[in-house]
Each structure stands twice: as C-alpha cells, then as structure tokens.
C-alpha cells in the first residue's frame, strides 16, 4: 500500500537559518504530494501539493519539487521564521480511491 | 465561517462505554475522512466515505465504526470505548480541484477523546 516516510520528528532552527524537511514516499500509481501545516491547537491545513515531475512549487515562502526518480518531496524555505514553528506532514493522495495518507509528521522549533 | 465542523470538542467517556463524534461539512465535498492524531503516529486514517450511505475502512479500523447519512455529516462511532481511544480525532472533507492536482483536504478543529 501507499505509504508516506518522514524521517525528522522534530527540528531545530535558529530564525534565518534555511529549512529542510524530509519527505519520501512508495506508491504503486500516480502521485499526488501534499505539505500540511497544523500551527499549535489548530487543524491542518495545505501548504503546498504538487503532482509534476521536477517542477518546483511554492507557497507563503516555503517549496518544494516532486522528484520521481527518488520517491522524494521535500520542503524547503530559504530562512526560518518564528511563526514557522509548526507540526508539519507530508501527505499522499491515491488517485483511484482518493485515499489520502500522512507520514508521522515534523516539528519545526524556531527559536531567536 | 468554519466549512468543517465537529462535535463535541472535548469528551471524556468511560471504558466500555458509547462515544459518538460528529462532523458537519458545508463544503459539499463528496469523500470526507476521519483521522487520529498520536505523537509518533502522525494522522492515521480510521475511516472515510465517497458520499451519503457509503463508507469504507481506512489504514486503522478496528474498534470503530462510521456512519454517512447525508452528504454533510459523517460521524465516528466508539461502541465499546477503551483508554488506548484516547486520542485527537480529527475531521476532513475532501475534494479535486479543476487542475486535478490529486484530493486537497479540509480540517476540522479536532475533538479531544479522553476514556477513563
């Protein structure tokens, strides 16, 4: 079955540091990735998705690209804010049956 | 205005004992979903549904149940709760946009489960 890896439960960062976040997956069909982002008692909620092979995708700072050959989808941003600190999952979504499934999330800490 | 909605935000139940939580959605999305959310597990999908009167077993469906009336409610049914219930249960609808770029959920707040 679909399955969703992300290897950092949590993460460090002084503010302006650059943010990496990792994301690999297996899937037998098509993919759909997705970046949630769930701020501290607040639902998640999308970040950025992407479903094209190497093209970069961005949003409110942050990118990231789909790479096929690598089974990868990682998230990236040039220099942590404070407001970043967040739980963050990588999630894929099943074509066919629209299921969709979330690794174990990362916890982003910034501090000053 | 909240899309998704849930109730109620916080139980607290007795093992062996019934626990309903509902969802709302005004969405009018067709698939909506249920997750737990667990420190190390990430969000784990119980069960889902494509539309009212149709619902299909996620990754973790044991001790669960899920009914789908109507196109707007979807709720999760504990029959015979138990402490290891005891979690964040969250909510989502879900649906493609034009680009089909695959099925974008939409959360709710999440209702806190405690079985004592």
């Known amino acids: 079955g679909d399955s969703v890896t992300q290897t950092e439960g949590l993460v460090t960062l002084t503010e302006g540091l650059p943010v990496m976040l990792n994301c690999t997956y297996q899937?037998?069909?098509?993919?759909?990735l997705f970046w949630y982002v769930q701020h501290l008692n607040e639902a998640p909620k999308l970040l950025l998705k992407s479903s094209t092979d190497n093209k970069r995708t961005e949003h409110q700072g942050f990118h990231a690209t789909l790479h096929k050959s690598s089974s990868s989808f990682h998230l990236q941003k040039s220099s942590a804010q404070l407001s970043d600190s967040a739980l963050y999952y990588c999630?894929?979504?099943?074509?066919?049956?629209?299921?969709?499934?979330f690794g174990t999330g990362t916890r982003l800490q910034v501090s000053p | 205005e909240a899309a998704v909605t849930q109730s109620p935000r916080n139980k607290v139940a007795v093992t062996g004992g019934k626990v309903t939580l509902s969802c709302n959605q005004t969405?009018?999305?067709?698939?909506m979903y249920w997750y737990r959310q667990d420190t190390g597990h990430g969000l784990r999908l119980i069960h889902y549904s494509y539309g009212a009167g149709s619902t299909e077993k996620g990754d973790i469906p044991d001790g669960y149940k899920a009914s789908r009336p109507s196109q707007e409610n979807f709720s999760l049914i504990l029959e015979l709760a138990t402490p290891s219930q005891t979690s964040v249960y969250f909510c989502a609808s879900g649906a493609r946009d034009r680009g089909n770029s695959g099925n974008t959920l939409y959360f709710g707040e999440g209702s806190r489960l405690i079985v004592v």
């Open positions: 969405n009018n999305h067709n698939n």
């Open positions: 899937t037998a069909y098509s993919t759909f």
């Open positions: 999630a894929l979504s099943d074509p066919y049956t629209d299921k969709v499934v």
